[in-house]
């Protein structure tokens, strides 16, 4: 089983930065595929970023540029960078792992990012 615990969010104006962390627990982090969702209010969650566990990375085309997804496998923590802030960035931001091998995916408890003047 796989635990994870989301930090870094909080309010920030339009232009500013935000690093998110999500700390793993469980076997074979390495091996997962992880990825950022974030939920609006009234919204559907939506995907991201994703790295793979290659290290292959894709975003969603809002995020492109602004955004840099990244994993420390010796640490079992998942970064997202998050530069050029818009307001429509506001969101509760999940992290993801899935287990391919295992057709398994677990989620973290969210963090608030609140891009706002």
């Known amino acids: 089983q796989v635990q994870l615990v989301e930090s870094g969010g909080g309010l920030v104006q339009p232009g500013g930065s935000l690093r998110l962390s999500c700390a793993a627990s469980?076997?074979?982090?390495?091996?997962?595929?992880m990825g950022w969702y974030r939920q609006a209010p009234g919204k559907e969650r939506e995907l991201v970023a994703r790295?793979?566990?290659?290290?292959?990375?894709s975003y969603a085309d809002s995020v492109k540029g602004r955004f840099t997804i990244s994993r420390d496998n010796a640490k079992n923590t998942l970064y997202l960078q998050m530069n050029s802030l818009k307001p429509e960035d506001t969101a509760v931001y999940y992290c993801?792992?899935?287990?391919?091998?295992?057709?398994?995916?677990?989620w973290g408890q969210g963090t608030q990012v609140t891009v706002s003047s």
């Open positions: 790295i793979t566990s290659g290290g292959s990375t």
């Open positions: 993801n792992a899935d287990q391919v091998w295992l057709g398994r995916s677990y």
């Open positions: 469980g076997s074979r982090f390495s091996m997962n595929t």
